[in-house]
């Protein structure tokens, strides 16, 4: 693994800041569409629910993308490489505005999700190696404020411009923010190489690692009751608790903000306990999962509840370390993977959450769909646990 220019080291706060506005784009892009799904409903003359595809859409293309990029590119200058994926993400959101069909703005999303597992596994890395060890997870976590930030600013605010001005609106703001990133990552981030050993073989090597994918199945699996209850929390208040559509932008916010809170808890925790915060938090998250579908009838608890949901983002962190420790000398591809695991949990969760409801259940159901994923990563955790003791018998599991 390279080592990191002397300049981030000096001055971490000044590149993790670029990192987080590139981050703060592409959370406002995956989670606008929430905000916006009846207006696009209406626009492209398809169902409401139809218009999870383009959520799992999005998310498909970051697990497409995050393996062949790293693959391919893990030797690449890794400021050159930020800027470079920030590009195909800005023509990929404003391509996504332009489309005047359904299944090609489907298409669309896919395209504009490939360089989002890129982006943040290599902003990981630059983060990650400017801080000491012990202090990875929280140099992650303030990288991962720009996604949380954008959940509680980018995203209402593109909500609520999109209810005015109409939803192509707000992928054309978040290509501006993607470019907006390009210069900022040129003059805050300076030039880092690549991993000069680095081959697709050896990064790839990641993908058939036990212990990875173990981690990785926690993330997909775990991850995905978040994304099955948010992809439809809008529409489940505005069903079940009378919401008026104003209020879909603060639904946004309060989530964004239960995000916050949940990534800086969790960092910590990952930091003092690498692996038995995973366990904690999956344990939170069903529990929240499960308190939502019993709240969402009334608009006071079901948006208290959303708030709780959003925690569960505490998660990524800690898998995000936990990956770090475990992945060997493939660090850019299982920093990438994490995200794409992430987004296949988002893609596994708006599928479900969305076939739930349309085969007749209430809106809400989905927080139980979201609390069965969740003891679903449960079970991938302990499974991986359990072999990792048995392929190393009396060690002690690293992490």
Same mark, same amino acid.
């Given at each position: 693994?390279?080592?990191? #220019? ?31 799904? +009846?207006? /696009?409903?209406?626009?492209? =003359? ?28 893990? $030797? ?19 391509? #996504? ?24 596994? !290599? ?21 991962? *404020? %720009?996604?949380?930030? =954008?959940?509680? /600013? ?30 900022? @990552? ?16 050896? +990064? ?16 997909? @699996? ?8 948010? #992809?439809?929390?809008?529409? &489940? ?7 008026? +559509? ?13 995000? @916050? ?6 960092? $910590?925790?990952?930091? $003092?306990?690498?692996?038995?915060? /995973?366990?904690?938090?999956? !344990? ?10 019993? =709240?969402?009838?009334?608009?006071? &608890? ?8 959003? &925690? ?9 370390? $936990? *990956?770090?420790?475990?992945?060997? +000398?493939?660090? &850019? ?15 596994? %969760?708006?599928?479900?959450? %969305? ?8 809106? #809400? ?35």
């Amino acid at each position: 693994m390279s080592t990191p #220019s002397p300049a981030v080291a000096r001055h971490p706060r000044l590149a993790e800041l670029a990192l987080a506005l590139g981050g703060f784009g592409i959370g406002t892009s995956e989670f606008v569409i929430m905000g916006l799904m +009846e207006r /696009v409903a209406a626009n492209l =003359a398809v169902a409401t629910a139809d218009v999870g595809y383009a959520i799992s859409a999005y998310a498909l293309g970051v697990v497409v993308g995050a393996p062949l990029i790293s693959a391919l590119a893990a $030797r690449v200058p890794r400021r050159a490489l930020l800027i470079a994926l920030m590009l195909v993400f800005a023509l990929g959101n404003v391509a #996504s505005a332009l489309a005047t069909a359904f299944w090609p703005f489907v298409a669309l999303r896919f395209v504009a999700g490939l360089p989002h597992g890129a982006f943040f596994g !290599v902003a990981a890395l630059v983060a990650a190696a400017a801080v000491p060890v012990d202090q990875r997870a929280r140099a992650i976590a303030r990288v991962m *404020l %720009g996604l949380s930030a =954008a959940i509680v /600013v980018g995203a209402p605010l593109a909500t609520w411009a999109g209810q005015w001005l109409g939803w192509r609106f707000a992928f054309h703001a978040v290509g501006g923010v993607a470019l907006a990133t390009m210069l900022m @990552i040129r003059l805050c981030v300076p030039a880092q190489p690549g991993d000069c050993a680095a081959s697709p073989r050896r +990064e790839l090597g990641a993908l058939v690692n036990p212990r990875v994918l173990a981690t990785l199945g926690v993330a997909a @699996i775990g991850f995905g009751g978040m994304f099955a209850v948010f #992809s439809y929390v809008v529409p &489940t208040l505005r069903a079940q608790a009378d919401m008026p +559509e104003a209020l879909g932008p603060w639904v946004l916010t309060l989530f964004g903000l239960g995000g @916050i809170v949940g990534n800086l808890v969790g960092a $910590r925790l990952a930091d $003092r306990h690498p692996v038995g915060a /995973v366990p904690a938090i999956l !344990v939170w998250s069903l529990m929240v999962q499960l308190g939502f579908y019993a =709240a969402a009838n009334h608009l006071v &608890t079901g948006l208290l509840f959303v708030t709780l949901v959003g &925690t569960s983002i505490a998660l990524g962190p800690a898998l995000q370390a $936990r *990956l770090m420790d475990v992945a060997g +000398e493939a660090q &850019t591809m299982a920093a990438s993977m994490n995200h794409a695991a992430f987004n296949g949990a988002n893609a596994l %969760g708006a599928w479900l959450g %969305g076939a739930t409801i349309k085969a007749g259940a209430a809106w #809400s159901a989905t927080g139980l769909v979201g609390a069965g994923l969740a003891l679903g990563g449960l079970a991938v955790f302990a499974l991986g646990r359990r072999l990792e003791r048995h392929s190393s018998p009396g060690a002690t599991p690293a992490g």
